[in-house]
């Protein structure tokens, strides 16, 4: 859900399988916006808050609200990858690992005093949410609970170094097909990346006249699709062909 925007499907089905998973007690809210979220918040008395894959910015108004501010937990070494989409791009730059880090929201995104940080979970060529959550999970959890042992001290936390910052924007529609002029490793990364965001997504590639949505590729010579690229093949060893108008 975005502020102010209607609310799509996937974001309906989601907010109905965690309506229905919930204990008993525990309330959900659909904020419309930040205002609404924040007067939502003046009536549970809070003392924290924590935030995990929840893309707005917040204003001060809502950020002063709990009594030790809002935290939140962010899929990589901060200051690298700032922005909604930091796995996408770790696995788009062939990134061996990522990290998760845990710091005090502010009014920008993800700039915030770091309170725990670790790296080192792996990005294997095969990643998928499941198996990257299997790696992740343990990581989160144990780098929470030291930024919960801070929280407390508001002088608590180590200001973000200005080096190595980058940004993990939504992929841009020139993403969405394979341009062979990138390299290999950089078309395979690219193949990746859609993987990772579902099984039967990938960018769009003409071989040989046709128009095909490719599902896997590999760097080493397999049964396949060849597809040169602008220093060396690959091998394209799923796809599907992509209907006329689409």
Known sequence: ???????????????????????????????????????????????????????????????QIPRYGVLNIHSSLLPKYRGPAPVLWAIRNGDPDLGVTVHRMDEEFDTGPVLAQQGGVPLPDDVTPRSLWTDLSPVLR????????????????????????????LLEPEFFAVDTTMTARQVHNQVRTFRFMGPSLGPTATVNGRRLKVLRTSLTPVDGIRLDCADAPVWITASEPVAAGD
């Open 142 to 169: 144990e780098q929470l609970s030291m930024a919960l042992d801070r929280v407390r001290d508001p002088s608590a936390g180590e200001p973000q170094s200005a080096d190595g910052v980058s940004y993990a924007g």
């Open 1 to 63: 859900m975005r502020p102010r925007k209607p609310t799509d499907e996937s974001a309906a089905r989601v907010a109905g399988e965690i309506t229905a998973a919930l204990p008993a007690g525990v309330d959900l809210l659909l904020p419309g916006s930040s205002e609404g979220l924040g007067a939502a918040f003046h009536g549970y008395g809070l003392d924290l808050l924590v935030c995990y894959g929840f893309s707005w910015r917040l204003p001060r108004s809502v950020l």
